[in-house]
């Protein structure tokens, strides 16, 4: 089960700018995207977007207290309530600007994910959308930079997450750039409250990512040997 159930047309389409008086379907402003599209496609598959890493507290200069992996999800979950409220703030913008050039468009439920490429792709929820419609929206949601940015940086936080976790996510599920699409909504995160935006997303992974059986004994028979371990400290 994933969240949508049509593949993914951003690459294909046709794009518009989201500004008055551009003219639909020109041919430069199409072949400029496309371009981009494909320039930011290659790069993802150049340089790998998130990679696992066992114990990314000892390679990242974050804070010298924190030195083990439950100080680190901490940290990681106060990050992601932050990334969170800043995409929702500049979501609020993009939405005003919508409303501003294509009231139209902004009248009409979708949601967006980010695709193979790392490039943010309309959701239609209810198939209201035309094929301009979704050319529109995804030339200018990508062309809106800082937010992309945004998107994807909060992204590998919550891959990050899914993968040290494991009181919440037990090891359990996948989640990477290639199956991100199907799982992870963010209209519908952005749709809740600020308080309620990190439950949203854990939901969403817990209810659409594929789920690993392996990793969940491996996790615990970790924790086991942990328990251990500590206990023979303290006698």
């Not at 790998?48 to 507290?57: A, D, I, M, S």
């Not at 804070?63 to 083990?68: P, Q, R």
């Not at 992996?69 to 940290?75: G, I, S």
């Not at 919508?98 to 967006?112: M, N, V």
Request: aromatic residues 10%.
């Amino acid at each position: 089960m994933n969240i949508n159930g049509i593949p993914n047309q951003a690459n294909t389409l046709q794009q518009t700018a989201l500004i008055p008086g551009t003219k639909n379907g020109d041919p430069t402003e199409d072949a400029g995207l496309e371009k981009a599209i494909a320039s930011e496609a290659k790069k993802t598959e150049e340089n790998v977007f998130y990679e696992y890493q066992k114990e990314p507290w000892l390679l990242e200069s974050i804070n010298e207290h924190i030195t083990n992996r439950l100080d680190y999800v901490a940290h990681k979950k106060i990050v992601d309530v932050l990334e969170l409220a800043l995409i929702n703030v500049t979501y609020d913008s993009f939405r005003k600007d919508l409303q501003e050039t294509h009231p139209d468009i902004a009248s009409k439920k979708f949601g967006f994910t980010l695709n193979e490429s790392a490039s943010i792709k309309i959701i239609d929820y209810d198939n209201s959308l035309t094929e301009n419609d979704t050319s529109v929206l995804t030339h200018a949601i990508n062309g809106f930079r800082e937010f992309k940015e945004q998107i994807q940086q909060h992204a590998k936080t919550v891959m990050t997450l899914v993968d040290h976790d494991h009181e919440t996510f037990g090891g359990r599920y996948k989640l990477d750039i290639s199956n991100f699409q199907d799982v992870i909504d963010y209209g519908r995160i952005m749709s809740t409250s600020v308080q309620k935006m990190q439950d949203e997303w854990i939901q969403q992974v817990q209810s659409n990512a594929e789920s690993e059986i392996f990793p969940i004994f491996l996790w615990r028979y970790e924790k086991s040997v942990w328990r251990d371990k500590r206990l023979a400290r303290l006698s």
